[in-house]
């Protein structure tokens, strides 16, 4: 039996499991020369797969409906005709969400379990790491002493980027939702300080309290009115690196802010926003930094496991309401 989940219905706001369709096939899949079958073990649930979900113009098509949704995904090689890959293989790379699936292998890559464990190679070995370490340091440029803000901070690159301007010697501020996470990132990720924005009623006062030297760099995973804020305490030269916008991901209408303009004038800053595979060149190197500090324990990671295929769509849901703790992984 292979079961596949479908978008069924483009979303108006919050994303509802009324949208997503599931099939069941009883049917056998067979491969020829060049294919391999594949058994789905993780699948990666992301904010940015809310863009995909809507027609409008972006970076990367939309998602057809009554058409698989496919996002990062961890798989293990159960038949091969494919010379790059054996039976046994782990392969982590661009799927759909299905149990078992046919494959060429474009764009898959093998992931040793050895090395780490499997999910991480859809969080801080994969995607996540990527965009926090690129993000970070081709765009913010951090030098050592100066003050980082991380925003979306106890989420899956929040917690990566706060990690990585520790270890080149920034002070780091993180932003989260709950008190739990504030302790989280300041227990198990070394963050200087943290802000719950969801208790604190004058987040440009919070924000100048914990960083009195003003803000070098921000790394921006929200969007909405604590960027509004943050550009309040920014230093002259400051860079803001614009990675997400959960916080307007399921607006109806257009948001409103403040003008960026006069903040970026006054202070001569840069704000920059970026996909990942604006650095696709620097993957390689990248990775293996990230596995190195990994493997000199410099760097952790948190994982919210969901158990079970059909959780898929609900576990992404979550991710809006600030239900994960790190990288939000469904394990199959």
Known sequence: M???????????????????????EDKELTITDGEMLLETLYVSVDPYLRGRMSDAKSYVEPFELDKPIHSGII??????????????DYVSGRLDWKTKQVSKGEELHKVDP????????????GMTGLTAYLGLTEIGKPKEGETLVVSGAAGAVGSVVGQIGKILGLRVIGIAGTDEKIDMLK????????????????????IKEAAPNG????????????????????????RTINCGAIAVYNNTEVPTSVSVRPFLIKNSALMQGFIV???EDKFPDAIKQLSTWLGDGK???????????????????DLFDGKNKGKMVVKV
């Open 187 to 206: 227990s198990k990720f070394g963050f200087d300080a943290g802000i719950n924005y969801k208790t604190t009623n004058d987040m440009k006062a919070a």
């Open 215 to 238: 803000v070098d760099v921000y790394f921006d995973n929200v969007g909405g009115e604590i960027s509004d804020a943050v550009l309040f305490n920014i230093n002259k030269f400051a």
């Open 299 to 317: 760097l952790t990671y948190s994982e919210t496991i969901v158990e079970g295929f059909e959780n898929i769509p609900q576990a992404f849901i």
């Open 277 to 279: 595979s604006n650095f």
């Open 75 to 88: 798989a293990k090689v159960i038949e091969s005709k494919n010379e790059k890959f054996s039976e046994g």
């Open 114 to 125: 050895s090395k780490a464990d499997l999910s991480a190679y859809l969080g801080i070995l």
């Open 2 to 24: 292979i079961h596949t989940i479908l978008l069924k219905h483009r979303p108006k706001g919050k994303p509802s499991i009324s949208d997503f369709e599931f099939i069941k």
